[in-house]
């Protein structure tokens, strides 16, 4: 089945276990989005986690401050993000992906297993984000994560202060299945059945930014062929199908291109790429 | 501009029109050309319309097998793309080849000629150097009389009668010269500016919806998208200028024109397969290969492609 994916406008009434990619630059209208967050994940017996850069205390304040929360605030676990996730030793704060992801993974489960129906997280992580060391570190953690969250029940809204953070919180909005409008043109988020998928509009006004997130999510694909859920594509142009081939060459793989789009097959075809070939969807794939 | 030599040959590079009068002079002049590239290991590559086609499939048999065909009528349409064909062909081979090349018809209309003579022109220029030969054939007594003049001007040789000889009007330069003319314009044109590459999604946007209310077809508007962002970005990353995109409807077409302030250096941009490893410089190339027709005019101030689509392209037939 395909996983739900979209651009909305908030982070109301989503799917159960929506993994959310939040850029925002007022802090009040991120609060209003994480108690919308909240007050679902509470209401349908979510464990729920609220994670900032804040201390505790600060936290545990903004949470009282929100009407729909204030009176259930015990059942909310806070946590300052230098405790949340787990880091290299020495990098200043750059996570440990694998070991963090795990630890998600793990708290999902006994939340499950303690009678709650999932777990949810809410995470603002503009502090573990902001060297290009942090950013490809936590590429690795939301690649990864998301393609547990397609499979797992756990979920959570990742919010990346962009006053901070400026354009480079896209680089990590973009691997989210749900985005807001004008956080990034594309996403590149997990799907059952393949290795990742992509969709929305790849062309030259974010190409750094694609080949930044290939170049970063690369390594972590282990698939060959690795197969792309490419049938919301919405537009990709060439130099985007020349990069995916010249990735796939470099080290010897092959990538398919899942679409029943007539234009995507014509234009691999006229591009004579070796690495990359597009294969329609059927109902048996 | 790049410039040509005076007869268009390099080492061993001949490039030959021939005006026949009818059938028996067409394969009289095409068969024994097919025949000894054959006999020498010379790959063949023949592009000529359909009628022609199966004319020299009747007459050459069984030899068919060895030889590559393509039918202009469908993939050379517009006269910008048979020189990637033709290209391709002899960069799939190491030695040199043969083509029989007949760009120009009777049936070619006045919008497609002028980038016909372009490419007989360049035909010089992207081969120069090679071993290749090249035959176009001309039929003498159906097209215009400035038809084969301006096949004397492309050819540095002219084959007629049983007997080649030098073309005395053999001018390539002049020839693109004389058909680099200002474009026709529609006052119904609509149009969207493109200034950075951000805006290529609004300017995506645009074409949909505008050609659509035009009768593009859902495949036309998917290929429409492809070849106006094509355009404007190369524009952008060329010029460091705005693009300016035009639609209108032109009898059976959908127009789609870009211009800018660039000056377009390379006759040969976007005729010819990019590299293998390069990531730029296929814009164009695309956008020849998914068109009806390409038309250009070149100035040193100003750039203006024009591309013309049908409605319903879902009858294309690639290469």
Known sequence: MTRPQGVVPSAAGLIPFAHLGWGYTDRAEFLVQAAAYIADGLKRNHFIAYVGEQSRDELQAELAAMPAIRERLDEIQVTPIEEHYVYLPGSGGVVDAERSVANYVAAARQAIANGYTGFRAVVDAAAVARTPEQRAAMTSLEYVVDQKMAVEPFSALCAYDTRQLGSAAAELTCLHPFTREGASSFRLYAQPGTTFALTGEIDAAIDALFATTLHRTWALMQDDPVMVDAQDLQFISHRQLVALDHCARADHRTIVLRTNQRVVTRLVGLLGLTHLRVEPVTDQN | MQTMSAHGEGAGFVHSALFYRDQPEYLHGVVPFILDGLRKGEPVLVAVPTDNLAL??????????????????????????????????????????????????????????????????????????????????????????????????????????????????????DALARYNQPLPHSPEAVAY????????????????????????????????????????????????????????RHDAHVVCEASDSGRLGDPLAGRRPPAGDAVTGRGLFLVNAMADLVRTHATPTGTTIQVYLRPDPALEVTA
């Open chain 2, 56 to 173: 020299l499939r009747d007459a050459l048999g069984d030899v068919t097998a060895e030889l590559t065909m393509a039918d202009l009528c469908v993939v050379g349409r517009n006269p910008a793309r048979i020189l990637g064909i033709e290209s391709a062909f002899a960069a799939g081979h190491a030695g040199p080849v043969r083509v029989v090349g007949e760009p120009i018809w009777p049936g070619r209309t006045a919008d497609e000629y002028p980038g016909c003579v372009q490419h007989e022109a360049l035909v010089n220029l992207a081969f120069e150097g090679t071993g290749a030969s090249v035959l176009c054939p001309y039929d003498a007594c159906q097209l215009a009389g400035d038809v084969l003049a301006d096949a004397r001007m492309t050819h540095p040789l002219v084959a007629q009668s049983g007997s080649r000889g030098s073309s005395a009007d053999y001018a390539p330069d």
């Open chain 2, 193 to 248: 500016v493109t200034n950075t590459h951000a805006d290529l999604r609004a300017l995506r946007s645009f074409a949909a919806r505008h050609a659509q209310w035009l009768g593009l077809s859902p495949d036309g508007l998917a290929d429409l998208q492809i070849i106006a962002t094509e355009l404007a970005t190369n524009s952008l990353d060329h010029t460091g200028g705005a693009c300016r995109l035009a639609l209108w």
